[in-house]
């Protein structure tokens, strides 16, 4: 049964991006992201996509949601809505929802899973979030902490989150 799971890295503020661009570079969160989404099918927006700067994603189906019914991207599957987007994956074990901010509001109700990467700092330079969740709603399975090192600025906590 599939498995769907959402991934972000998130400032004090839930800080997500900026100028269509991340936060921060931290090779920590990028080397976890790449490990735990590897082989699995990934699920972003049309922006996000933009975003990538090696596209697609390797060793990954890269699957993106736009409202343009124009699009024609080379290397990803299109679709136009999040159900359109399940029913692409749903026979897999797994599949990840990997942002941007739109997509992430759009899918928060259907996930089972959630991968929060909380950077210890805050970004007053954000201009986008990621959505409220319901505290209540949710039990934290796993928690780790990665200290800051010459490559990684900042501290930050890897969390995996499980609905209950
Ligand atoms: N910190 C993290 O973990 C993380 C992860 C990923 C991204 N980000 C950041 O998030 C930012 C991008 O987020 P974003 O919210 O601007 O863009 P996004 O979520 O990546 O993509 C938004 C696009 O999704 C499409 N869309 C919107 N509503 C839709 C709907 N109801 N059904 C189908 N498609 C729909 C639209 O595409 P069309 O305009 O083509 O119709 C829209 O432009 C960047 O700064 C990026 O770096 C951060």
């Known amino acids: 049964m599939l498995n769907l799971c959402m991934i ?16 921060c570079h931290l090779p920590a969160d ?9 082989g699995y099918p990934v699920i972003m927006g049309d922006k996000t996509w933009e975003s990538l700067p090696i596209k697609p994603l390797p060793n990954r189906r890269n699957i993106v949601i736009t409202l343009n019914n124009n699009a024609n991207y080379e290397f990803c599957e299109i679709t136009h809505t999040i159900d359109d987007a399940i029913a692409l994956v749903k026979n897999d074990e797994k599949a990840f929802i990997i942002g941007g901010a739109t997509i992430y509001k759009l899918f928060i109700n ?5 991968y ?43 969390q995996i989150y499980s609905k209950i």
């Open 8 to 23: 972000a890295a998130v400032g004090k503020n839930f800080e997500l991006g900026k100028n269509n661009q991340l936060l």
């Open 30 to 38: 990028l080397k976890r992201f790449k490990s735990i989404t590897y």
């Open 116 to 158: 929060l990467t909380r950077i210890d700092a805050a970004f007053e330079e954000a201009d986008v979030f990621f959505p409220e969740i319901n505290i209540r709603k949710w039990k934290l399975i796993a928690e780790e902490t990665y200290d800051k090192d010459e490559k990684n600025e900042y501290p930050m906590k890897f």
């Open 110 to 114: 259907k996930i089972d899973t959630l």
